[in-house]
T-cell receptor
Framework: AAGVIQSPRHLIKEKRETATLKCYPIPRHDTVYWYQQGPGQDPQFLIS???????DKGSIPDRFSAQQFSDYHSELNMSSLELGDSALYFC??????????FGPGTRLTVT | KNEVEQSPQNLTAQEGEFITINCSYSVGISALHWLQQHPGGGIVSLFMLSSGKKKHGRLIATINIQEKHSSLHITASHPRDSAVYICAVGSGGGADGLTFGKGTHLIIQP
């Protein structure tokens, strides 16, 4: 069965650089969620989209932005990267809300 | 904001033992999720519950809405069950993000 795809799987950036993470939901899933998990931390919700519109917003820094495109894939754009942005970034998708299917994550390292 | 408490934080058991992990939350929810995460790995969704009980193989999840409490049970535990088990709750609409507990680190020794 198709799963949530995230790219890249690993990314190394320097401070003050920008990064773009991509999430491809399971086909026919219309809702996408982004989560951030710092080292040794529990995941924190960043933002979600339903039918290409922002639905819910969590602890997403102003330096980050995200959108969902017409094909339902989503991109998380991160600017002015800081060392503290080093984390595992998960995307999840859902066909109708509630049940979330998680992607493998993108491990971002900021040096 | 919902507060999610899990217990125990760490659990080491012998192969074959019956395992119980508990989760409590502070305000009403729309759904509760049990997730599994292996070290350095991705998150796998085990169960989503809004009431009652669900079973999948050796895993059983229950929820008591009135008491705001859920349990995850593992029967006949095996070393491959070693992982972090995370309880997460959704409190709003379907597209709302989850609030996560801090996880239970489970080690099953052979």
């Amino acid at each position: 069965a198709a799963g949530v795809i995230q790219s890249p799987r690993h990314l190394i950036k320097e401070k003050r650089e920008t990064a773009t993470l991509k999430c491809y939901p399971i086909p026919r899933h219309d809702t996408v969620y982004w989560y951030q998990q710092g080292p040794g931390q529990d995941p924190q919700f960043l933002i979600s989209f339903y039918e290409k519109m922002q639905s819910d917003k969590g602890s997403i820094p102003d330096r980050f932005s995200a959108q969902q495109f017409s094909d339902y894939h989503s991109e998380l754009n991160m600017s002015s990267l800081e060392l503290g942005d080093s984390a595992l970034y998960f995307c999840a998708s859902s066909p109708s809300g509630y049940e979330q299917y998680f992607g493998p994550g993108t491990r971002l390292t900021v040096t | 904001k919902n507060e999610v408490e899990q217990s125990p934080q760490n659990l080491t058991a012998q192969e074959g033992e019956f395992i119980t992990i508990n989760c409590s939350y502070s305000v009403g929810i729309s759904a509760l999720h049990w997730l599994q995460q292996h070290p350095g790995g991705g998150i796998v969704s085990l169960f989503m519950l809004s009431s009652g009980k669900k079973k999948h193989g050796r895993l059983i999840a229950t929820i008591n809405i009135q008491e705001k409490h859920s349990s995850l049970h593992i029967t006949a535990s095996h070393p491959r069950d070693s992982a972090v088990y995370i309880c997460a709750v959704g409190s709003g609409g379907g597209a709302d993000g989850l609030t996560f507990g801090k996880g239970t680190h489970l080690i099953i020794q052979p």
